[in-house]
């Protein structure tokens, strides 16, 4: 049952979470541009916490795939999916507004939609689990 519109939400989902990280940035300095693979030697918890939580996200969309035969616990790893991305976007933005303290100016990049995206596709995604498990729920009253 991997061929589930559920299952290509969680898969791009997936792909977006674990894979853009590595192409788009996250802001940019006038010395360098900062990718979230980048922040795991940084000196704060806060910016190590970024690279960790995108790859949570990552894994628990791939682990939500194959939970195909237990519907409600993809929704319940779908719901803590959409918990973790809204974390992710909480320390996103905290970082985006207490980024700005040198002399010249920082630019935010476009991985700081990432998580976004993520949340719509993982909304998406749980809306056609809770589709499936409705009309298996109303076979089941027929039978």
Known sequence: MIQRIQSIYLLLAAAI???LTFVLSLWS????????????SS???VEKIIP????????????GIFL???????????????LTNLFLLG????????????ASVSEKGIGMFVP??????LVLANKAIKKDEDLVKSVDRLR
Request: hydrophobic share 55%; aromatic share 10%; net charge positive.
């Open 17 to 19: 979470s674990g894979g």
């Open 29 to 40: 300095t006038a010395k360098e541009v900062v990718f979230s693979m980048n922040l795991l």
């Open 43 to 45: 000196p704060t918890i």
């Open 52 to 63: 960790i939580l995108f790859f949570l996200s990552a894994a628990l969309s791939l682990i």
């Open 68 to 82: 195909f035969n237990n519907r409600k616990l993809q929704f319940v790893m779908g719901r803590l999916n959409i």
């Open 91 to 102: 320390v996103l933005v905290y970082l985006s507004l207490t980024l700005s303290g040198e």
């Open 116 to 121: 976004v995206v993520s949340i719509v596709l």
